[in-house]
């Protein structure tokens, strides 16, 4: 309270040096998250241009968005038959997308190989397939299933063993061809250092959200690059943090830069989570769609260019202050 709002790096280290001793990783750094993406919307507003363009301009006005979803839901689920989540997918497909993610991870090996063959059958060649196991598995076992996805050209494989086992990820990522993406459940500079540098992961997946805002994200993103780990936001919750990760998108540089970039090759890609989420959905005046080809507008106005819906905000508040 009380301090010059553009001075976003300056209180960036005033709140992570304030908490060394106890909040290097956690909920600190998500809250610190959300003050820096606020400064950065304000920033950008003062000057009447949008985030992306402060972030040193736009290499795209949209990006191509995979669908999230296939998750296991409930008990009854976990014994669904594998043409379920084919429906679920063709739906997706059906819907425009050309790239979609599902679960894996909660089935022995085998089953959850089934679901992803009913997938990769139902969407056909052209639609691309990411997996996610949510850090379900050992290493052993995250083997086991790389070289089963690797027969169904999964294009990455997220997550496969949990974020502290970073000899695991080694493994894992030797072990086959399928792609290694994982970071979500890692913060600053200083987690993202472990995990590129020691040669975990393909993908490194910063969260805007909980990472440590646009700053940090700007340092993931130089820190990768210099390690050629390519960096792909996970994007997860409201209709903020899906627009945030959109700027941070857009001034994303193609990795490599080529003459015509095409996405999950070396073109970024938007996560869009398709389960029920009314702070998704409801939250922004103009609730951020994908469209019928497959992707998603980059906001142009001032700041994040979004406007909360301060009634939907009250509903859903535990706490708003006057
Ligand atoms: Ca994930």
């Given at each position: 309270m009380g301090r010059d709002p553009v001075e976003r790096e300056v209180i960036w280290h005033e709140l992570y040096s304030a908490t060394r001793d106890f909040g290097q990783k956690g909920p600190y750094i998500d809250a610190m998250s959300a003050i820096d993406i606020a400064l950065w919307d304000i920033a950008g507003q003062a000057v009447g241009e949008p985030v992306s363009r402060l972030l040193g301009g736009c290499f795209r006005s949209s990006v191509a968005a995979y669908a999230t979803g296939c998750y296991y839901r409930g008990k009854e689920y976990l014994s669904g038959a594998p043409e379920e989540f084919a429906a679920e997918a063709l739906g997706y497909r059906k819907a425009g997308f050309q790239m979609l993610k599902m679960k894996v991870g909660l089935l022995e090996v085998g089953r959850d190989l089934e679901r992803v063959a009913a997938v990769r059958e139902a969407i056909g060649p052209e639609c691309a397939l990411m997996v996610d196991?949510?850090?379900?598995?050992?290493s052993a076992t995250a083997v086991r299933m790389a070289r089963g996805l690797e027969r169904l050209g999964v294009r990455w494989f997220e997550e496969p063993v949990p974020p502290e086992d970073r000899d695991g990820y080694r493994t894992v990522r030797r072990a086959s061809s399928v792609p290694i993406a994982g970071g979500e459940c890692e913060y600053t500079r200083y987690g993202f250092r472990d995990l590129i540098a020691g040669g975990c992961v393909d993908i490194a997946q910063p969260d805007l959200c909980a990472a440590g805002g646009f700053s940090e994200w700007l340092k993931i993103v130089a820190l990768a690059e210099s390690f050629g780990v390519w960096v792909i936001p996970h994007v997860w919750g409201s209709g903020v943090a899906l627009a945030a990760a959109l700027h941070a998108l857009a001034a994303l540089p193609p990795f490599p830069h080529t003459a015509n970039p095409i996405p999950l090759e070396n073109e970024p890609v938007v996560e869009f989570d398709r389960n029920p989420n009314p702070l998704r959905d409801e939250l922004l005046e103009q609730p951020i769609r994908c469209g019928g080809d497959g992707r998603v507008r980059v906001p142009e106005g001032p700041g994040l260019g979004i406007r909360i819906d301060t009634a939907v905000l009250r509903r859903y508040a535990t706490l708003v202050a006057a």
């Open positions: 196991a949510n850090h379900a598995y050992n």
